[in-house]
């Protein structure tokens, strides 16, 4: 048992001190997300040809503001999904073991 408390707290502490995250993950050169990011580039970079100093601006500012968007979006999502899944593991847990092996794994 003190091996699985070990690991538990080497997890939180990776989380912790920033060595957990997901968000920092490589992007694959032939990922669908990459392939979107090459068009979105190629249309902005087309977009700012065609535009003058102060509507380059005004889509810069739209950029920005859609980016943020976005991330509030995945921030979101991420929260939701991530108590989801320990929702789910909780309720497996309560329904495999009884009172005591529970609180032994949660501390």
Known sequence: MQKD???KEKILKDLYRG???P???PI????EYCCCLAV????EEELNKQLSEENKKLLQDFITAQ????YANAEEQFVAG???GAKIILEIFEKDMDDEQLQSIIG
Request: charged content about 25%.
């Open 5 to 7: 408390k070990n690991q």
């Open 19 to 21: 060595r957990i995250n």
């Open 23 to 25: 968000t920092a993950a």
């Open 28 to 31: 694959r050169h032939d990922s």
């Open 40 to 43: 979105v580039c190629s249309l």
């Open 67 to 70: 980016s943020e968007l976005g």
């Open 82 to 84: 991530f108590r989801l």
